[in-house]
Structure formats: C-alpha cells, structure tokens
C-alpha cells in the first residue's frame, strides 16, 4: 500500500496535478458515504483510523467529520518527511474532502438502516466502500487516512515490515473496539479489515493514467 509513497523524493520539486486532487476528493467523499451507511450503524469497524473515529463517536459522540481531521493531521504531522510534499498535500485535500462529506451526509438520515442486522453484507459493503475507495485515492498519490503516515512512523522507529505495522495498528483498535462491540461483530470486522486491504492492493496494481503534471 506504501510502497509508491516511500520513492517519493521530499526534496524534489513538486508537479501537482488538478485532476488528480479532483480523484482525491471524489474517493475520499465515496469513502465518507460508506462510512456513514454502512460502518456507523452496522455495529462493524474498521481499524486504523476508521476505527478509531467511530470508537469515538460512541464513547464520546464526537463526530468522524471532526475526529477523522484531527487523528489524520496528527499523523501527517508525525510521517511528513517519509511521505514527500506532494502526497501531503493531495492527502490533506482528502482529509478535507472527508470531513466535509461527512458532516454533509449526518445531515440526513442512512440510506440503508436494514444493515444494522445484517453484519455479514454489511462487512462485505463496507470493505468494498473502504478497499475501492482508498485503493483510488492512493492510486491519485494520496490518501483519505493518517494510516499511511503511521505505519511508515512505527515501522521506521520498531524495525518492523510495513504491512506487520498496518496490521498492528488495525488490531489495536479492534480490541479497543471491543468495549462497545460484541466479540462476533468483532469477528466481521476483521473480516472488513481483511478484504478492504486486499482490495487497496487490487487497485492500486491497476494501471493509472498519466496526467500532463506527471510527463
């Protein structure tokens, strides 16, 4: 999942490209959708940061469109110098771009309210959401979460893999989770968990098109 963003150069000089900003914040508003019709009333996570904001609006009743901006700059700001400019910014236009949506769609009511007894689909549905949604985005050169930055910070300090950091942070939020979450929804979640990072490695094997700032 990181693997475009550890070549990024910090100090070269950067060529942004507007179409791809526009995908940033398209996907990272898909993701916001499923976030909000699926995950928040299915009673089925996500870990990383996902997880994480919804464990909030439960304890705390602390919106995602709030928490989901702050964790995020809060990991940005710790990984910055291993991600490069350019992916600081089109993730800040998708951090922007989620929070917005967000707070958009609590204005009005899930559009499927049935999931929240159906927490099989609704693992599938928002793994889908999640993979698909994040897998474009970080196709863009960017991501909607401050996962990215995080896992490439534990990485860098425990001298770990990549991908044994991403699941170390999705497995601490899920046994967080499991202080408002029943141990069989538990059980779907990391089911979401598990196909929503296969799909982000699905996509971003699909061939991107290049852009004119990319030449």
Same mark, same amino acid.
């Given at each position: 999942m990181t693997e475009s963003i550890t070549n990024k150069n910090s100090t070269a000089p950067m060529h942004l490209s507007l179409i791809r900003c526009i995908i940033a914040l398209l996907s990272s508003a898909l993701?916001?959708? #499923?976030?909000?019709?699926?995950? *928040?009333?299915?009673?089925?996570? &996500? #870990?990383g940061i996902l997880g994480l904001t919804l464990l909030l609006q439960h304890w705390f009743d602390i919106s995602p469109a709030i928490s989901g901006l702050i964790l995020n700059l809060i990991c940005y700001g710790i990984g910055w110098k291993l991600m490069g400019k350019e992916f600081m910014i089109?993730?800040?236009v998708s951090a922007a771009s989620f929070s917005v *949506?967000? !707070?958009?769609? &609590? /204005? =009005? @009511? @899930?559009?499927? @309210? /049935?999931?929240? &007894?159906?927490p099989l689909?609704?693992?599938?549905?928002? %793994? $889908? =959401?999640? #993979?698909?949604?994040?897998?474009?985005?970080?196709?863009?050169?960017?991501a909607p979460g401050g996962d990215d930055s995080l $896992?490439?910070?534990?990485? !860098? %300090? %425990?001298?770990? +893999?990549? /991908?044994? %950091?991403?699941?170390? =942070? +999705?497995?601490?939020?899920? =046994?967080l989770s499991l202080s408002y979450i029943p141990l069989q929804r538990i059980a779907y979640s990391l089911l979401t968990v598990v196909l929503s #990072? /296969?799909?982000v490695g699905i996509v971003q094997r699909i061939p991107f098109p290049k852009f004119p700032a990319d030449r």
């Amino acid at each position: 999942m990181t693997e475009s963003i550890t070549n990024k150069n910090s100090t070269a000089p950067m060529h942004l490209s507007l179409i791809r900003c526009i995908i940033a914040l398209l996907s990272s508003a898909l993701l916001a959708f #499923g976030l909000y019709n699926v995950h *928040s009333l299915s009673g089925v996570t &996500e #870990g990383g940061i996902l997880g994480l904001t919804l464990l909030l609006q439960h304890w705390f009743d602390i919106s995602p469109a709030i928490s989901g901006l702050i964790l995020n700059l809060i990991c940005y700001g710790i990984g910055w110098k291993l991600m490069g400019k350019e992916f600081m910014i089109y993730s800040l236009v998708s951090a922007a771009s989620f929070s917005v *949506s967000y !707070k958009i769609l &609590e /204005q =009005f @009511p @899930p559009l499927w @309210p /049935q999931l929240a &007894e159906m927490p099989l689909p609704a693992a599938i549905l928002g %793994a $889908a =959401f999640v #993979g698909i949604s994040v897998g474009i985005c970080v196709r863009a050169g960017g991501a909607p979460g401050g996962d990215d930055s995080l $896992a490439m910070s534990l990485s !860098k %300090a %425990a001298h770990i +893999d990549i /991908q044994w %950091a991403y699941l170390i =942070f +999705d497995l601490i939020v899920l =046994f967080l989770s499991l202080s408002y979450i029943p141990l069989q929804r538990i059980a779907y979640s990391l089911l979401t968990v598990v196909l929503s #990072g /296969q799909l982000v490695g699905i996509v971003q094997r699909i061939p991107f098109p290049k852009f004119p700032a990319d030449r």
